[in-house]
């Protein structure tokens, strides 16, 4: 028994170990990926109730020469555990504005809005409002077409800080969206005193909808909440006809899913836009 304790121990060890050192060369590999260009984004389009293109959300890729794709997921606690989610999160919004700046100038997407992921690690940095403000300026970027997205459990670290730089940035125009409303440690405080465009309903109320009675009540709540607070209400995760069908009887009208649209290249969204000319 006791051999086996010790061997227990041993494997114990060995496995840590192996993680840890898979994390020391995911972080050394993603401190690279910017200036080797790995990081790339791709652009899932979100529609509004006739199925024509409202704008795209914005998400982050990641090829690497050996490994392959590196998927959200397990990347990005990392670049927001090591401080890399700023200059990172700084280029997407680069990229973005750039984007919203060339669209502003195609009357197939003038009204096009872009979406992006803000991690807590920026929305707390002390130059995020200042960056963001170079950023609109050198790229001349409508900033009324910048959707920030942002999550409810981000809010929670340090509010004050948080709601001062959102109320900054909207004032400078910025929209925000409550990603993955419904997840978090909801508090219908923020609702009233954030300035807020959109709640995204989350994947996972949509997922079951069809079958389960209370992720229904549950839609129908948040789209309630949306009209009587006037915010726009979008479905994420949307990738069967049915949900879609369903969505749409309670009252949803805005989508986003694998069943409209997969994220993907420039190129991809465009043809989705039968008046875009490129
Ligand atoms: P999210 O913000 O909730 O983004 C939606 C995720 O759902 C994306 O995963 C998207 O590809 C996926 N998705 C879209 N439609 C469907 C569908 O119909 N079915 C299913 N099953 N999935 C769908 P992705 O690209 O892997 O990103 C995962 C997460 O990584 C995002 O979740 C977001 O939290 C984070 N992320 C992605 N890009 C960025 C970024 O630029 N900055 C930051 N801070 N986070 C990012
Ligand atoms: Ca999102
Ligand atoms: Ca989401
Ligand atoms: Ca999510």
Not at 124 to 136: K, M, N, R, S
Not at 220 to 230: D, N, P, W
Not at 239 to 261: D, N, S, V
Request: with cysteine; charged share 20%.
């Amino acid at each position: 028994a006791k051999g086996r304790g010790r061997n227990r121990v041993r494997f114990f060890n060995q496995h840590m170990q192996v993680e840890v050192t898979e994390r020391t060369v995911l972080t050394n590999r993603l401190r690279q990926a910017m200036e080797k260009e790995e990081l790339y984004l791709a652009y899932q389009p979100q529609f509004d109730r006739r199925q024509g293109i409202t704008g795209a959300e914005v998400l982050l890729r990641w090829q690497h020469p050996d490994h392959g794709h590196y998927a959200p997921a397990d990347f990005i606690p990392i670049a927001e555990a090591t401080g890399l989610i700023l200059p990172i999160g700084q280029w997407v919004l680069q990229q973005s504005c750039r984007l919203l700046a060339d669209w502003a100038k195609e009357p197939g997407c003038q009204h096009w809005q872009l979406a992006v992921n803000i991690s807590p690690r920026q929305l707390h940095d002390a130059h995020f409002v200042e960056q963001l403000t170079a950023i609109l300026q050198q790229t001349e970027a409508p900033a009324e077409r910048l959707l920030l997205e942002i999550t409810e459990s981000q809010l929670l670290e340090d509010t004050e800080l948080a709601l001062k730089h959102i109320h900054q940035l909207a004032a400078m125009g910025i929209r925000f969206a409550l990603d993955d409303f419904g997840t978090g440690y909801s508090s219908l405080q923020y609702l009233k005193t954030l300035p807020l465009k959109q709640l995204k309903i989350d994947a996972s109320f949509v997922r079951d909808l069809l079958q389960d009675s209370s992720d229904e009540a549950i839609v129908r709540t948040i789209l309630a909440l949306g009209q009587s607070l006037e915010l726009e209400v979008i479905a994420e995760g949307v990738e069967t006809a049915a949900q879609f069908k369903a969505l749409y009887q309670i009252g949803c009208r805005q989508f986003q899913g694998y069943y409209l649209a997969r994220p993907g290249t420039l190129e991809q969204l465009y043809q989705h836009s039968p008046s875009h000319p490129g």
